[in-house]
C-alpha cells in the first residue's frame, strides 16, 4: 500500500480525488489537508462520503508519504513548495496549473513531467513530479494530437467547448450562482483561455512545423460536469483513413475510445473516460471530443498518473460507472 497526502482537501477535485483513492486497492490516504476545514469530518465537506471515511481534516503535514496531490488553486503550488519543506523522495502530483509549461516545469530542483498519459505514458513512468493536465486541454489535445503526430494539421483549428459549473471551482462567483447559470448559456475568454498554451505546446511538440492558428471559443453550460468539445479543421483525406489514424493512436490507451456513433454527455459524465468520434463534411474533419471534466479533466487523470508512476495497473481505481439515466 502506497501513503497518500492530499492539499487543499476541500474542493472539487481533493473530493473526486479521495472518493477515487478510498477505492483504490493500493492506496492508504495518510491525511486531507485543509487550512479552512482542520479538526472538521471530510465528510461534513464532501457529504456523499458519510458512512465511508472517518477521515478528518488535517492541520499537520506528515511527510512520511508516497505521493502528494496538491489540489490548490493556481498560483499556490509554488508557494506551497517554497514554505513546506516535502522530502525530495515524495512524488508530488499537482493539480494546478504552475508546473504545466516548459518554462515551468523545474522548480526547486524537482522536474515535472506533463501529465497526459496519451502522449507522454513512458515519461510518467519513470516520472517524480507531475504536472497534471487542465480540464479543457485534456478533451482539446486528445481530439486534435492524432493529427499533430501524423502532420496532418494544415489550416486552422476552430475549437467551441462548453464546461459545467463545477469548472469554475467551489468559489462563488456572478457567473456561478444557481441564479445565473439556471437557463443560461455564455461565452468567456474567447481566443484567449489560459490552457490553450498547453494545447499549442502538445502540438508543437507532435508537429514541430505547425504554424496555425487555434481558434478557441470556450463555453459556460447550466449542468454540474462535463466538457463537450467540437473541433474542426480542413483536411482532404478520407475518414477511413483518418479514424485508422485516430484508432492506432489510441490502440494502446487505457480510458480514451474511439466511438462510432454521434456522442453525448451522460457517456463520460461521471467516468473517467475520454470519446472521441470523427466525421467529416466536404473537406471539413469535424473532431468531438467528451470528457468530465473532475475526472478525465482533472482528479481522475491525476490518479491515472499515479498509477503509471508506481506501476500499478492504469485503470486501477478507475473503472466508474456513468450517471446515463
Known amino acids: 500500500m502506497i501513503k497518500v497526502g492530499i492539499i487543499g482537501g476541500a474542493g ?3 473530493g473526486e480525488l479521495i472518493r477515487i483513492l478510498l477505492n483504490h486497492k493500493e492506496v492508504t490516504i495518510k491525511y486531507v489537508y485543509s487550512t479552512s476545514n482542520a479538526g472538521n469530518k471530510v465528510s461534513a465537506v464532501h457529504q456523499d462520503l458519510v458512512g465511508d471515511t472517518e477521515l478528518i481534516f488535517s492541520s499537520k503535514i506528515n511527510s512520511n508519504i508516497d505521493v502528494l496531490f496538491l489540489c490548490l488553486g493556481h498560483g499556490n503550488s509554488k508557494d506551497f513548495l517554497v514554505k513546506t519543506a516535502i522530502p525530495s523522495t515524495t512524488k508530488v502530483i499537482d493539480l494546478s496549473t504552475d508546473f504545466r509549461l516548459k518554462n515551468d516545469a523545474i522548480f526547486q530542483e524537482r522536474e515535472f513531467v506533463y501529465g497526459l498519459p496519451e502522449l507522454h505514458k513512458e515519461k510518467i513512468r519513470n ?3 507531475i504536472a497534471n493536465p487542465g480540464c479543457f486541454a485534456t478533451a482539446l489535445q486528445l481530439g486534435v494530437l492524432p493529427l499533430a503526430s501524423n502532420h496532418l494539421i494544415h489550416d486552422d483549428i476552430h475549437i467551441s467547448a462548453v464546461t459545467g459549473a463545477t469548472g469554475a471551482g467551489t468559489s462563488l462567483s456572478k457567473t456561478s450562482h444557481f441564479t445565473w447559470r439556471d437557463n443560461n448559456f455564455s461565452y468567456y475568454k474567447p481566443f484567449k483561455h489560459q490552457h490553450l498554451k498547453e494545447v499549442h505546446q502538445s502540438v ?4 514541430e512545423e505547425f504554424s496555425y492558428d487555434i481558434n478557441f471559443i470556450p463555453t459556460r453550460g447550466n449542468f454540474s460536469r462535463g466538457i463537450f468539445a467540437t473541433m474542426y479543421t480542413q483536411y482532404f483525406g478520407s475518414l477511413e483513413d483518418v479514424i485508422s489514424v485516430y484508432n492506432e493512436f489510441y490502440k ?5 475510445f474511439v466511438a462510432h456513433q454521434e456522442l ?3 457517456q463520460v459524465v461521471n ?5 472521441i468520434h470523427i466525421t467529416k463534411h466536404k473537406n471539413k474533419l469535424l473532431i468531438t471530443s467528451c470528457i468530465d471534466n473532475l475526472l478525465k479533466g482533472a482528479s481522475g487523470q491525476a490518479v491515472q498518473n499515479m498509477n ?3 506501476g500499478f495497473d492504469e485503470s486501477e481505481g478507475l473503472k466508474l460507472k456513468g450517471t446515463y439515466f
Do not use: E, I
Request: hydrophobic content about 40%; charged content about 15%; overall charge positive.
Open 127 to 129: 516520472a517524480n513530479n
Open 12 to 14: 472539487y477535485t481533493a
Open 264 to 266: 453525448h454527455l451522460k
Open 271 to 275: 467516468t473517467s473516460k475520454c470519446l
Open 308 to 310: 503509471l508512476m508506481f
Open 252 to 256: 494502446d490507451a487505457a480510458l480514451t
Open 204 to 207: 508543437k511538440q507532435c508537429q
